[in-house]
């Protein structure tokens, strides 16, 4: 009986626990920090007027193409206010949907709605909870469009084909699905039914997009996420991002340099400890080192400066997913990074091979007889 109450209240502890039962990680408690995102536009439009006409490949997509011309209209003058839509425009935008997809939310079982019981054994309400059908679903879309942007005069401003992806899995009550908490209490008896069913419908606190009730909210996800990559091309957008933060551990005292948005030290505190012992939980490390790296991206003074930190972060967010691809928080990061990314290599191309670049031979004067 002494030996069961203590295998509860070891239990108990990990569930309490906010690291969980790896000690790193994000918790039921998550903790962010707010980076300013500032990317200056790739183009100078000529003019404070533009108008935004869409179209589709497929004609199945025009109400798409409606609605996202109307979005990148609003958009583009809530980034700069003295843009404005006119008929006689200075820069005409043009977007051609060429893919649009958002199928019905695929019902799957939710791990963390499962009850509690002891290892190998299966209760009454296992079973019926198990009896009952799925408990989460997973949403996905994708959207592809073809952007351009010309002076009313046809002359080219910029073009790029852009595509956006949504996919996620949220329980039934909206919050994304998570099995951790259920796999570090499966030894527990049925009187903690209770506390894990309260934890399990807890709304998380993170940061982030909304959970979608519908089709339709996943089209406006996509869509926003469409008109934020178009409008980083033609005008400076500054916007408040929160960001998680991995904790546990050593990852705790690191985590205060990112409090104090002392970016460069929390670098070297974090690559300079011991690395935890498995490759999933030092993932968590890799990630932190990721979040450090971004914020000095987006603070870099110059675009080669901000796209050497945005690499850098590339790299280690991809570190991360690779050592614990189950962890779901890695994912956004990995796509936000990529589209500043992608934004400063068009401000900073690459230069030219020195086999090209300055070979040019200076004529050689030819030497006169005085």
């Known amino acids: 009986m002494r030996h069961r109450k203590a295998e509860l209240i070891v239990i108990g502890a990990l569930v309490l626990s906010p690291a969980g039962l790896h000690g790193q990680g994000f918790g039921k408690v998550k903790k962010s920090v707010t980076?300013?995102?500032?990317?200056?536009?790739?183009?100078?439009l000529r003019g404070p007027s533009f108008v935004v006409k869409a179209s589709a490949a497929n004609q199945q997509n025009k109400e798409v193409g409606d609605k996202l011309q109307q979005v990148i209209e609003t958009d583009l003058a809530k980034y700069n206010h003295d843009l404005y839509v006119s008929e006689k425009p200075d820069t005409v935008i043009t977007v051609n949907v060429l893919n649009f997809n958002v199928p019905q939310p695929i019902p799957v079982k939710s791990q963390s709605d499962m009850p509690l019981t002891l290892p190998g054994k299966k209760?009454?309400?296992?079973?019926?909870?198990?009896?009952?059908?799925?408990?989460?679903?997973?949403?996905?879309?994708?959207?592809t469009a073809a952007?351009?942007?010309?002076?009313s005069a046809g002359r080219f401003l910029d073009a790029e084909n852009i595509t956006v992806n949504f996919s996620q899995t949220y329980t039934a009550?909206?919050?994304?699905?998570?099995?951790?908490?259920?796999?570090?209490v499966q030894a527990v008896k049925m009187p903690w039914n209770k506390l894990h069913h309260k934890q399990a419908q807890a709304k998380e606190d993170e940061p982030g997009e909304q959970a979608p009730h519908t089709v339709g909210d996943v089209e406006q996800i996509l869509m926003a996420r469409m008109t934020e990559r178009i409008a980083a091309r033609l005008v400076n957008t500054d916007e408040k991002v929160d960001v998680l933060l991995a904790k546990g551990g050593d990852l705790d005292a690191a985590n205060k340099y990112a409090d104090a948005e002392q970016w460069t030290p929390m670098i070297e505190a974090l690559k300079t400890m011991n690395p935890f012992p498995s490759k999933e939980q030092d993932a968590y490390r890799l990630y932190n080192i990721g979040v450090a790296n971004e914020a000095l991206g987006y603070k870099a003074e110059t675009p080669a400066a901000a796209k050497r930190y945005l690499e850098e972060a590339?790299?280690?967010?991809?570190k991360a997913i690779d050592a614990n691809p189950s962890e779901r928080y890695f994912l956004e990061p990995q796509n936000r990074i990529q589209t500043a990314l992608e934004h400063f290599k068009?401000?900073?191309p690459p230069a030219e091979p020195a086999s090209k670049a300055g070979t040019k031979k200076a004529p050689v004067k030819k030497r006169t007889n005085s």
């Open 346 to 348: 068009k401000l900073n």
């Open 147 to 151: 952007y351009q942007a010309k002076t």
């Open 173 to 184: 009550q909206g919050s994304k699905d998570d099995n951790a908490m259920n796999k570090a």
């Open 314 to 318: 590339s790299i280690e967010y991809g």
């Open 35 to 44: 980076l300013e995102r500032k990317l200056p536009a790739a183009v100078t």
């Open 123 to 143: 209760n009454k309400q296992q079973q019926s909870q198990q009896n009952q059908g799925p408990t989460a679903y997973k949403y996905t879309g994708t959207l």
